[in-house]
């Protein structure tokens, strides 16, 4: 089973970046800066370093160090542990880890945010930034950090920015590329026989990271099917409407009711793939 998730299965998990949770944390930066979600925040030109960090040291505290995931993660989690699975995700929060997924078994294509890196780069390197982050977050007043807080890069003393894709500048360190070659290799070892496919929450943002490898490699292996759960977005593309099942819903919901199920559909799903049949469900 390969997993691929993106920002869909997080916002399942009540880890949403809009909505009562943004106003939650975030009323004063709303006030004060027009801000009406953390996504869109996150490009607001800032126009000091200790406004910049005031926002990014409280969006990484309650993403990645302070509100726990809900169900959704662990329900997955469950409906894998027996298997033989990787997961590859676009998600920054760290959220399958925390979850207690095995981190041999993770790959974070697009950063974490609980890593910093040289804004360079000078060099090709990470570090954690748990105590940092909680220290803007706890010591920042009027929406600013002191400037003594604003983090540097440890050996050439430039601004620290985070370990996200955004640009050029992306640090992917050697944790980075043990992860992708842990990921490619799990790919390789499984290009045939029966494979599960299932993606989670992934939209149009990034499809090439996702779900369309996904797709192409599910029409490569006769024995495998694509699982598709989303939000408006279940979709497959016409030739793999035989070996695709697409749930339109709240991924949350869905895998509690596998879970509810004791593994039931998705061993119907597995058997499936085996003998080369259609699905059940109507895919659309």
């Given amino acids: 089973m390969v997993v691929g998730a993106g920002a869909g299965l997080s916002a399942s998990a009540g880890m949403a970046y809009s909505g009562e949770r943004f106003w939650r944390h975030f009323r004063d930066f709303a006030e004060k800066y027009g801000i009406r979600d953390m996504y869109s925040g996150g490009f607001y030109p800032f126009p000091t370093p200790e406004e910049f960090w005031a926002y990014w040291s409280r969006q990484i505290w309650v993403n990645r160090f302070q509100d726990p995931p809900g169900p959704a993660y662990g329900l997955l989690l469950e409906l894998v542990r027996d298997r033989e699975y990787f997961v590859l995700t676009t998600n920054v929060d760290h959220c399958f880890q925390r979850a207690g997924f095995d981190k041999a078994r993770l790959f974070y294509t697009q950063g974490d945010y609980g890593l910093f890196q040289c804004s360079g780069p000078c060099c090709r390197e990470t570090w954690d930034n748990e105590a940092a982050v909680r220290e803007m977050v706890e010591r920042q007043t009027d929406m600013r950090v002191p400037s003594q807080l604003v983090p540097r890069c440890p050996r050439c003393g430039r601004p620290a920015a985070l370990n996200l894709r955004t640009d050029e500048t992306f640090v992917e360190d050697a944790g980075w590329h043990a992860a992708a070659e842990r990921c490619a290799g799990f790919l390789r070892r499984h290009r045939e026989g029966r494979v599960l496919y299932l993606e989670l929450g992934v939209g149009f943002n990034t499809p090439g990271i996702i779900k369309y490898p996904f797709q192409r490699l599910t029409v490569q292996n006769p024995k495998a099917v694509y699982a598709c759960l989303n939000m408006g977005q279940a979709l497959c593309p016409s030739d793999l409407v035989e070996r695709s099942v697409c749930l339109d819903g709240d ?24 003998s080369g049949a259609s699905p059940a469900g109507p895919p659309t």
């Fill in 251 to 274: 991924i949350g919901e869905t895998l509690r009711k596998l879970a509810a199920a004791g593994g039931r559909a998705s061993r119907a799903l597995n058997t499936r793939t085996a």
